[in-house]
Each structure stands twice: as structure tokens, then as C-alpha cells.
């Protein structure tokens, strides 16, 4: 498991995709590398913009966003999470964006390009957005492929 702690300003998307893409297998990278920039551009957006009664308005007032990588080699998964101090539940996906629109492509990417995803809230407030990458089985040194999969995810972003 390998984190990342960044401030929600914009410029931290990059930072985030320079320092994950080669932590992560060449087979998965540009889907976990592009999932990892809309989750965190949403967090940087949406989710640690400071409340409008704070009377700044502009996203980077919130606290640090964290990103998490878990590469299962021998189980065959990458998991994703970012962690951010919102407690906004992540909407649901919309069906259709209309092709001149701007945004709102980031959750339809999410659901083509992951297996798995969802949200957890935590503990301390906030929540851990993660997205689960299934890889070609890879036996492991032990003879058999794990299936840790989501719950490795989980367990990450439990959040105290």
C-alpha cells in the first residue's frame, strides 16, 4: 500500500499522476492513471471546496486529500482510493452527457474503465472514494492467485 497526501488545489491532479504511473503495471496504468485524475479533480472541485458561508468560495480551503495504490501482484488487482474530508455521498452516474457539455464525464469513465467501485464514508468525517482494476491472473510465489480484491480497498480506506 503506497499513499499520497496532497492539498486540494488543482496543480495536485498531476503531481498525483506522475507519482502513481509508475507504481502501477503497464496493463492497468492508463486506466488507473486517467480514473485516479477524475476522482481527484472531483475531490479538488467538489469536495474540498470550502463550505459558501466560509465566504471564500474557491476549492483549496479544505484539508489534505489522500491517494491511495495498492498493487496485488499475485492476486491480480490495483486498487485506487482517494480520500477526501466531504461527507457528499458520490451521485450516481448519469446515463448520457450531452456531447458539447464541459464536465460530468468522470463517473461514466468510472463505471467502463473499473470493475469495481463505490464510496465509504469514514469514520472521522469525510469519505474514501476507491475503484477496484482486475488484472490477468498472476500465479503467485506461493502457487495460487489471491482474491483480495475489494477488501483490500476497504480496509485502506477506512479512515480514522
Not at 55 to 70: K, Q, R
Not at 87 to 97: F, I, Q, S
Not at 139 to 158: D, H, I, K, L
Request: hydrophobic letters at 40%.
Amino acid at each position: 500500500m503506497t499513499c499520497l497526501y496532497l492539498p486540494p488545489v488543482p496543480a495536485s491532479v498531476g503531481a498525483a499522476r506522475r507519482w502513481a504511473a509508475p507504481l502501477l503495471p503497464p496493463d492497468v496504468r492508463d486506466e488507473v492513471v486517467l480514473v485516479l485524475s477524475e476522482l481527484l479533480t472531483n475531490a479538488v472541485t467538489h469536495a474540498a471546496a470550502p463550505p459558501p458561508s466560509s465566504g471564500t468560495g474557491a476549492a483549496g480551503g479544505g484539508e489534505e486529500i489522500e491517494v491511495e495504490v495498492v498493487v496485488d501482484l499475485g492476486g491480480g488487482h490495483v486498487a485506487l482510493a482517494v480520500t477526501d474530508p466531504s461527507d457528499r455521498p458520490l451521485p450516481a452516474a448519469p446515463e448520457t452527457v450531452e456531447p458539447e457539455a464541459d464536465h460530468g464525464r468522470g463517473l461514466l469513465l468510472l463505471d467502463t474503465l473499473a470493475q469495481d467501485h463505490g464510496w465509504t464514508p469514514r469514520a472521522k468525517g469525510g469519505k474514501c472514494v476507491w475503484a477496484l482494476f482486475r488484472r490477468p491472473r498472476v500465479p503467485s510465489r506461493y502457487g495460487r492467485a489471491g482474491s483480495r480484491g475489494a477488501a483490500v480497498v476497504r480496509a485502506g480506506c477506512a479512515g480514522v
